[in-house]
DNA sequence: ACTAACATGTAACACGTTACATGATTGT
DNA sequence: ACAATCATGTAACGTGTTACATGTTAGT
């Protein structure tokens, strides 16, 4: 129930048509929340469909065939009211870990090549991350900048330290397959 | 295309009833991936279809109604074949980062009180964690223990050092809220 | 006019969640 | 004998994924 508020989130920081959004959710928004261009265009209809968002007339439409939506004022009621209420955090889910246990049971042959891709993906996103923060968010004074700012740099803090975990404790399991004997199992 | 490959092995590790496979589910093998006895019950009578697991005979089985399955030779090699092969991690989905995000654009009125709350959550699942490790890995010469242990070991720090992440973050995150001025937006 | 890329969608299916149904066992 | 709990399931639904279909613009 999170993505019809994150297209709403989407919206409100800028109108875009289902494109647009898709390509943002291979960016910033993507990075806590994908999304399939499938799945944005059958929730756009269906938060059209509740009044939750319009399509803009054409006039100021982009191009041809862009249809570009923005979000009505249920929409944003109902994005304030989710935002605020209380919500249990879900279980993690993370097939690495699902596969370094089953690889406990029945052998650790192959895996360790996939480490050592996963380490690679994980560090040129922590660089993409860190690259993102030296260009929107230059160092200045502890507490500077506007609300909104912070706000963001907040979550994009969680992501840089969330890949630097993962680099981490990859290179962490690296090391201890390079002490493990032979093949076991 | 995990949870078959989760069940099969927390089979290898030990042979269970549907009951006592959702009990696993709970708590370790749940820790990094989660499970209701709905989907647990669709996936064996797969499995058992595909010739992957068996029922045990009845006389091996415990009190009436139990049914307890083992893992066959395919269900085996299926699980080898999985956890070698190369698999692209998915992207995560964070709720909080996202109402974070929302919060920056419909204001940040409510979602204090929640993740106080949270921090309170991964604070207690920290502890429980540490518990496990102190009972199930003391603390011995470095590169000490079975392979097996080891890589069991390995999956639980990942377990412990996410949720001193989120303890962090959090922290952090109310210590801003407590600097922002009363009511943006 | 032809092709490639863009842009919006539909259809079918896999997976996860919630609510409910049913029989067996245990405790009183 | 009755109620509570255990244990196994079914059904309906919502969300996410994959494959395909269709029209549009831009370049040659």
Redesign the interface.
């Known amino acids: 129930m999170?993505l019809p508020?994150?297209i709403?989130?989407a919206l409100?920081?800028k109108p875009s048509s289902g494109l647009e959004l898709t390509r943002r959710f291979d960016r910033s928004?993507?990075?806590?929340?994908?999304a399939t261009h499938q799945q944005i265009y059958r929730e756009l209809g269906r938060l059209e469909g509740e009044g939750q968002i319009r399509a803009l007339p054409a006039e100021q439409t982009a191009r041809g065939g862009k249809k570009s939506y923005e979000v009505l004022p249920a929409g944003?009621a109902e994005?304030?009211r989710?935002?605020?209420?209380?919500?249990?955090?879900?279980?993690?889910?993370?097939?690495?870990?699902?596969?370094?246990?089953?690889?406990?049971?029945?052998?650790?042959?192959?895996?360790e090549?996939?480490l050592r891709?996963?380490l690679a993906?994980?560090q040129r996103q922590l660089t993409e991350y860190r690259e993102i923060e030296e260009r929107d968010f230059p160092p200045a004074g502890a507490?500077t900048g506007s609300?909104?700012g912070?706000?963001?740099h907040?979550?994009l803090?969680?992501g840089i330290?969330?890949e630097t975990?993962w680099t981490?404790?990859l290179t962490?399991?690296l090391a201890?397959f390079a002490?493990?004997?032979g093949e076991?199992q």
């Open positions: 999170s508020h994150a709403l989130t409100l920081e928004i993507g990075y806590f929340w994908s944003r994005l304030a989710w935002t605020a209420a209380s919500q249990d955090p879900k279980p993690h889910r993370d097939t690495m870990l699902l596969r370094l246990r089953a690889s406990a049971v029945v052998g650790t042959e192959g895996i090549a996939d891709r996963h993906l994980h507490g609300p909104q912070r706000l963001q907040l979550v803090r969680a330290d969330l975990f981490q404790w962490h399991a201890e002490e493990l004997p076991n």
